[in-house]
């Protein structure tokens, strides 16, 4: 079992910067990949940031403007956000998975967090 708590989520302007974390505890075999996903309303939940075997993912619209990267005991995940766009305004979770390279893909995720709201004004 593996448990996720995410902080840091808030309101900022255009181009602005914000930076995620993820509190994790649990079982070290629970979290082969770890990643940051995110829903906006009426959206289906996408991946954004994906980390393992120290392999970083990224979606195309995040790439260059997003980082994820983990504490050295790995019980803290990160996600820097500069250039924030209102386009980047959602929820968002953080998650890992019992296997490597799982990717962006939401459905290869077992244990998720509660979630953190970013909103992005124009």
């Known amino acids: 079992q593996v448990e996720l708590e995410e902080s840091g989520g808030g309101s900022v302007e255009s181009g602005g910067s914000l930076k995620l974390s993820c509190t994790i505890s649990g079982s070290l075999y629970g979290r082969y990949s770890v990643g940051w996903f995110r829903q906006a309303p009426g959206r289906e939940r996408e991946g954004v940031a994906s980390?393992?075997?120290?392999?970083?993912t990224y979606a195309d619209s995040v790439r260059g403007r997003f980082l994820i990267y983990q504490d050295n005991n790995q019980r803290t995940l990160y996600l820097d956000m500069i250039g924030l766009r209102p386009e980047d305004t959602a929820v968002y979770y953080c998650?890992?998975?019992?296997?490597?390279?799982?990717?962006?893909?939401?459905?290869?995720?077992?244990?998720w967090g509660q979630g953190t709201q970013v909103t992005v004004s124009s």
């Open positions: 980390l393992s075997l120290s392999k970083q």
């Open positions: 998650a890992t998975s019992e296997y490597y390279s799982r990717g962006l893909d939401p459905a290869q995720y077992k244990y």
